[in-house]
């Protein structure tokens, strides 16, 4: 399962790192056969109206909700953008307050007012669905080549009797833009593909103004800020879940947590399928109109030396309605290092985390083995390990 997930929430560009042979060790069965094989859409499966999916969506250890009463259900955190940049002193720093107890204590939160216009939005849900309506042939054009993320998919197959995930994704690299996939952005039909353009833009900025407002609540110093993430890189991931005659049984996405430091997920459609785990719980995180859900990723929480949490999420199914989201992983740029940042390390506070260069992070993500829950506890730096 972990192999999968690893795979599903690097959302990164590693192969233009020059890491193509460890991507396509992900991707090796375990006899060792080469098997990037193209895996159905799930779109097309869903179209055959079948009263049961085939085998290799059924899993049989899907964690279920462990609250009977959805009313009892604590609420994930809402967080107004425009009042953490307030002038108003006082509603800036409750606002800071907000921001700091929801990604110490929940990793995730919305956010309102974020500034990017509706229509700009209303834009992109509306091009999201065009572009999972496209024809297949057309589809075909932008489908994964053999060794690359990017383009239509679902995921790297990597094993025959690997169990699948009820989702079709479109992933793309957008920033900087000298690193996007030659032969998939630049066939990404018109007018969406200026859309996307304008609102990679634009959720880039919120996730800077999010990361400037957590940097001065946990007290992490501009120039850390600046030295660790320099431009930032970023990449989208749209995810088409079709209606599913089996919800109970498949899964839209795998527990997981992101790799990267910042996602900022548009729920395109009303309808429910994300859960967070909160004290061990899966919690729903509704749709709310106008809204972004944002969490933190793994990368997150090692810059912050742990103060905030990437917390385990996953995306769930139902038998009626597709859903539609679009995540957008903010993260640091390929020439910087992920560790704790330098300003919030001290002798009260050791480092929790090892430092290590960009790739070298990331190719660690893809070869990591063995059923070991998350990536970044091997970066944990063990007790014993501190000297003072
Ligand atoms: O569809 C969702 O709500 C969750 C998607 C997600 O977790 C991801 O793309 O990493
Ligand atoms: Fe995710």
Redesign the pocket.
Known sequence: MYSTDRCV?VHIYIYKMGLEEEIKVSMEAEDGSKKATRVASVKEVAKEALSRVPDRYIHADIDPLVCNSPSLLPQVPVIDLSSLFSGDHHVKETELRKLHVASHQWGFFQVINHGVRGELVDKMKKGVRELFDLPMEEKDKLWQREGEMEGFGQMFEASENQKLNWVDVFYVITLPSHLRNSHIFPNIPMPFKEDLEEYSAEVRGVARKILEGMAEVVGMKKEDVKELFGEGTQAMRINYYPPCPQPEDVIG?NA?T?GTAL?VLLQVSDVEGLQIKHDGVWVPVPPLPHAFVV?IGDVLQIITNGEYKSVE?RATVNSKMERISI?TFYGPGREGHIGPAPSLVGPEKPAQFKTLSVPDYYKGFISKEGPIKSYIDLLRIQNEDITH
């Open positions: 929430c996405i997981h992101d996602t969490n999420h995540a």
